[in-house]
């Protein structure tokens, strides 16, 4: 099975902070990767699909890239509204990483 | 207004089944793909099953096949996951979600309901 690692498993930065998190498969994995937001309490929210894809009504700050083993999401300046953990997924066994935390200092 | 509703979740003993349903309005649910998904008490996101739009294709996580079965009613736009022999290790936030035709990505999905499995 394909495993999807996250890192880090925390991050706390400041309001306009260039933020990356990195998710690495253990095997080549086609574009079929996706990002996602979670708040405590609420249902993941879909940010980026297809590696790079950003979603309808996300913010343009959020970026999505990479190919291969390596995909990071970029946040390009914080916001107060980005806290909460970020899950990348990919379709095999629609695997999902185990998640960064995202906290604003 | 997309709706995504989860319902059916509770405390359950060890060894007991639980059936949970999930209701969907807002879009046509017949032509979509449906997933189960469920996140422990402090823990990640972990996929559970998949139906495919007319319920012909299922799949299953290896933790959880030969013991739960999902299915849906299109013709009630709701979609179900029957739960028997539950270990505490089920114990979870259970959410459905929608994938969307073409990229896979889970674009809808609920709140979920919560099931604890203790004794």
């Known amino acids: 099975d394909i495993q999807m690692t996250q890192s880090p498993s925390t991050l706390s930065a400041s309001i306009g902070d260039r933020v990356t998190i990195t998710c690495r498969a253990s095997q080549s994995i086609s574009n079929w990767l996706a990002w996602y937001q979670q708040k405590p309490g609420k249902a993941p929210k879909l940010l980026v699909y297809?590696?790079?894809l950003l979603e309808t009504g996300v913010p343009s700050r959020f970026s999505g890239s990479g190919s291969g083993t390596e995909f990071t999401l970029t946040i390009s300046s914080l916001q107060p509204d980005d806290f909460g953990t970020y899950y990348c997924?990919?379709?095999?066994?629609?695997?999902f990483g185990q998640g960064t935390k995202v906290e604003i200092k | 207004e997309v709706q995504v509703v989860e319902s059916g979740g509770g405390l359950v003993q060890p060894g007991g089944s639980l059936r949970l349903s999930c209701a969907v309005s807002?879009?046509?649910?017949?032509?979509?793909?449906m997933r189960w998904a469920r996140q422990a008490p402090g823990k990640g996101l972990e996929w559970v099953a998949n139906i495919k739009e007319d319920g012909s294709t299922t799949q299953y996580a290896d933790s959880v096949r030969g013991r739960f079965t999902i299915s849906r009613d299109n013709a009630k736009n709701s979609l179900f996951l029957q739960m028997n022999n539950l270990r505490a290790e089920d114990t979870a936030v259970y959410s459905c979600?929608?994938?969307?035709?073409?990229?896979?990505?889970?674009?809808?999905w609920g709140l979920g309901t919560m099931v604890t499995v203790s004794s």
């Open positions: 997924q990919h379709f095999h066994y629609w695997t």
């Open positions: 979600a929608r994938e969307r035709t073409g990229d896979g990505a889970f674009d809808i």
């Open positions: 297809k590696v790079s």
């Open positions: 807002g879009f046509s649910f017949s032509n979509y793909w």
